[in-house]
């Protein structure tokens, strides 16, 4: 096995046969496994999400899409949701499923674009167009954020397929300081920005609750256990 190969290994979940509730797709972006690992990951499983998945921007998309059509045949809901190089990941992810017929309750990116279209693989891709099958998408960027976030407004906005699609573009001004890895950072509780709280974190985490069977906890609020820093 190589060392790609090696670093993109899936972080999967223990297994719950019981559970029936929405399978999760969490991709993350160069060199950021262990801020996912830390960030996203524990929250939404620490939030009852049984059965949440954490994948490589280099993991293939047929390998993902395979996983995922498993749970979709089982009758679940799929959510998608990818960060920085795992954000484009995400989008061809989702293409992928719309070829096989298979839909996707929710696709959610946050801060793919910017510099890291100049990423081999990425060139010529447009991440912002929303595939037909995705029922929900949430796309987070910040104008301070050059890793993630395109110079023209326009570039940085998901833009929907067909008319019963919800998209939802939550921009964040460059005045408000958030980061690349603000975006996504769910701990310590002192360092979340309070607009990435309401506006990312408790976004997705409502949209997921709301899906069938999601058995998802109610949304944190401040000083909530749930954002109890994780261990591991």
Same mark, same amino acid.
């Given at each position: ?15 719950n ?28 499983? !620490? +939030? %009852? ?7 490589? =921007? ?6 993902? @899409?395979?996983?995922? /059509? ?5 009758g ?47 060139w ?12 929900v998408?949430?796309?987070?960027? !910040? +104008? %301070? ?7 023209? =407004? ?6 929907? @397929?067909?008319?019963? /699609? ?19 950072r769910c ?25 069938e ?15 109890s820093?994780?261990?591991?």
């Open positions: 096995m190589s060392l790609v190969q090696r670093l993109q290994v899936p972080d999967r979940p223990q297994k046969s019981r559970y029936s509730g929405p399978r999760v797709a969490v991709i993350y972006g160069f060199m950021a496994r262990r801020l996912m690992q830390r960030n996203l990951l524990h929250y939404l499983r !620490s +939030k %009852g999400l049984s059965d949440v998945t954490m994948y490589g =921007h280099l993991h293939s998309v047929d390998s993902i @899409s395979d996983d995922l /059509q498993t749970s979709f045949s089982e679940r809901s799929l959510v998608i949701l990818g960060y920085s190089q795992g954000g484009f990941q995400a989008v061809k992810v989702a293409r992928e499923l719309e070829q096989r017929g298979v839909d996707v309750a929710l696709l959610v990116s946050i801060a793919a674009g910017g510099l890291g279209r100049v990423f081999p693989g990425r010529g891709f447009e991440p912002r167009t929303v595939p037909t099958n995705v029922d998408c949430l796309n987070f960027f !910040s +104008k %301070g954020d050059l890793l993630g976030c395109d110079r023209r =407004h326009q570039m940085n906005e998901a833009v929907g @397929s067909r008319a019963s /699609q919800r998209v939802e573009n939550h921009m964040f001004h460059a005045h408000e300081g958030i980061s690349h890895i603000d975006l996504v701990y310590p509780e002192k360092e979340i920005k309070p607009a990435v709280r309401t506006h990312v974190i408790e976004r997705i985490m409502t949209e997921i609750s709301g899906l069977g999601s058995g998802a906890q109610p949304v944190a609020q401040a000083d909530s256990p749930a954002f820093q994780p261990t591991a």
